[in-house]
């Protein structure tokens, strides 16, 4: 999946040009194989959860596409994305975070977004606002997420090049 990239800033002025505009997945006469078996994860769970903890930070917002054009995501969420390959994950909950707007639909700027896998390969997916109250769930009847305990991830509003918009980032990036 290839998602536009927008300029950031890393507090001291200078900026880090990346990539603006979303890319086509697939190019006219271009030939790919998907496939999702194990064997093509470069990285199991441990390998995983041990990335993720080195992004303390962000350098590149990645954008969602036309459809989400008040969020973005961090270098930790996009390396969740490749990684863990849960593309669904975050589309899926940013299509009901990015609904919300802080000051008029929703009181607050800050939401988890919590992944909760069952031992019978079934999921939840719960939007809470941080403070134990459920905003939203969805169940999944099957996944392919790698992680068995699951992942929790933080939605912010705050300010990017585009404007105010949510912010989706791995815990160890607030």
């Known amino acids: 999946m290839v998602h536009g990239v927008e300029h950031t800033t890393n507090g001291n002025g200078n900026t880090a040009a990346f990539p603006r505009t979303p890319e086509a997945h697939h190019r006219a006469g271009s030939r790919t194989t998907h496939t999702t078996t194990k064997e093509n994860n470069s990285m199991d769970a441990q390998d995983i959860i041990n990335g993720l903890a080195r992004y303390t930070g962000t350098e590149s917002y990645f954008s969602l596409g036309a459809m989400f054009r008040n969020a973005v995501y961090t270098d930790g969420v996009q390396f969740l994305i490749e990684n ?24 607050d700027g800050f939401m988890t977004v919590e992944l ?32 068995p305990k699951g992942i929790k991830l933080y939605a912010v509003w705050g300010e990017t090049s ?11 990036e607030y």
């Open 84 to 107: 863990a390959q849960c593309a669904w994950l975050v589309t899926d909950a940013m299509a009901w975070v990015s609904q919300k707007v802080p000051g008029q639909n929703y009181d």
């Open 116 to 147: 909760h896998p069952k031992e019978d390969r079934t999921a939840d997916l719960l939007i809470t606002d941080g403070n134990g109250t459920t905003l939203y769930s969805q169940h999944y009847t099957a996944h392919t997420f790698p992680l």
């Open 162 to 172: 585009r404007g105010p918009c949510w912010i989706l980032m791995v815990t160890s």
